[in-house]
Structures are given as C-alpha cells and as structure tokens.
C-alpha cells in the first residue's frame, strides 16, 4: 500500500513552502472554509475539521506599515497585509520606496525565491487601479 502514514506526512510548514517554491501563496481553511494562517497541524479552539490547503489569489491590502531604517542601512517597510481571502499575514512592500507605503494600498503578491538557507517566502508589490 503507499499511503503515507501520518507520522511521515510532509509537516505544515514544508507544504506551505512547497507551494511558495512553486509561486503560489497558500493557507488553509477548516471544514467550514474559513481561513487560517500561518500553517498548522490541528484546527485551533473555535475552528473545525480537517484543515486542507487553499490556494490565494494574491491580492490583499495593507492593514499596517513601519519603516525601519537602521543607521547605514537602506530604509525598509514591515506590513500586515489582510488577504481578499480573510487571512492576514507580515510581510513587506518592495518595487517602491519604504516611506511611501500607505495604509489601505493593494497591493499582489509575489514569491521571494529561496537563497543559502533560507527558504522562499512571500514579499508584495503594489497593484494600480485595484
């Protein structure tokens, strides 16, 4: 039989790359379909069922932004972006200066490939007229 038995099932985070690695930004959703993010093995208090994977359509908004600018360093923007979808998640807004993030920009989503040892992750530009 080759089912995989769950102990040698890929873990949520190695699924949640997966997907990055083929340029998609996935979440999942519990037996009622509502979301959840960042990936996990069980159903949190008040969700349900099996959690299966979704794939997003990419387009979110910011809900929150900073600029970090270390002395020497080039400034840069950390962000809560809240996904069409329902889900939100910490990332950054590239292709723009840091300082002109806003509150309330669409922007897409973009897959930041993996480097060394780190692996891919999602990185957003903005999107005009969303």
């Known amino acids: 039989m080759n089912e995989t038995s769950p102990a040698l099932a890929a873990s949520p985070l190695e699924q949640y790359r997966a997907h990055l690695s083929r340029g998609e930004l996935a979440y ?24 299966r994977w979704v794939t997003s359509g990419g387009i979110g908004t910011v809900y929150a932004a900073t600029v970090i600018a270390a002395k020497g360093e080039a400034a840069y923007n950390v962000v809560l972006v809240d996904m069409d979808e329902g889900f939100r998640l910490m990332s950054r807004v590239e292709s723009m200066p840091a300082k002109q993030v806003r ?28």
């Open 28 to 51: 999942q959703v519990d037996d009622q379909g509502r979301p959840l993010f960042y990936p996990r093995v069980m159903a949190p208090a008040g969700y349900s069922g099996e959690l």
């Open 103 to 130: 509150i309330g920009m669409r922007v897409k989503v973009r897959v930041h490939p993996a480097e060394g040892d780190e692996g891919p992750y999602p990185v957003f530009d903005p999107v005009e007229n969303a």
